[in-house]
């Protein structure tokens, strides 16, 4: 067991030490278009399905409550959170419809919606980012080893990865860091 769960750490790590270094310029884009988006005055909105809607709402309370240190909150929104909403979409319409039918509903041209797919063939995803590009949003896509968000978002971040965990994981990681990332550029004064 011991040795399981040193193999586990050591392949997450490794995972997301390739994928940060390998993406480290992108990432630098990245935080800097975000933190430009919520600077002037526009939101985020994230959103995915399972582990990926759990970090959608991780990721978006992370800047509407706070990260590293106290500030005015950040414009974010998961639109995995909202029951009624789904449901109703989901049988009314489908599944395939639940994030698109609410970037048409919330987003506005500069917002930035932010789609997360371990497999990056999400049907939903992939229809939320299309929806998005046609109102003026750009995209960002977090995925595994690419699929059909990784030919459609704008910014792709892709995981070099099978396992649907370590792929999650550096997500999160990458999550975190844009949070951080973001705190610095627009409240550089908090970090003297």
């Not at 990245?30 to 959103?47: D, H």
């Not at 489908?94 to 919330?106: H, M, P």
């Not at 978002?153 to 550096?170: N, P």
Request: hydrophobic fraction near 45%; aromatic fraction near 8%; charge should be negative.
């Amino acid at each position: 067991m011991k040795n399981i769960i040193l193999n586990i750490l050591e392949e997450s790590i490794n995972v997301k030490d390739r994928f940060i270094k390998g993406n480290i310029d992108l990432i630098v884009k990245g935080a800097e278009r975000l933190a430009a988006c919520i600077a002037s005055g526009n939101k985020i909105l994230i959103f995915g399905n399972g582990g990926s809607a759990a970090d959608s709402q991780h990721i978006a309370a992370e800047f509407i409550n706070r990260f590293q240190i106290e500030r005015p909150p950040l414009a974010a929104i998961a639109l995995t959170t909202d029951t009624s909403v789904i449901t109703s979409i989901g049988n009314d319409y489908g599944f395939d419809e639940i994030f698109s039918k609410q970037i048409k509903a919330l987003g506005k041209k500069d917002d930035i919606a932010w789609g997360i797919s371990t497999s990056g063939d999400s049907a939903n995803v992939i229809k939320a980012i299309n929806a998005a590009k046609e109102i003026g949003l750009f995209t960002i896509g977090f995925t595994g080893r690419g699929g059909k968000l990784a030919q459609c978002a704008d910014m792709v971040f892709s995981v070099e990865s099978d396992k649907t965990a370590r792929i999650q994981e550096a997500h999160i990681t990458l999550g975190h860091i844009f949070c951080d990332i973001i705190e610095r550029i627009i409240f550089p004064e908090e970090f003297v």
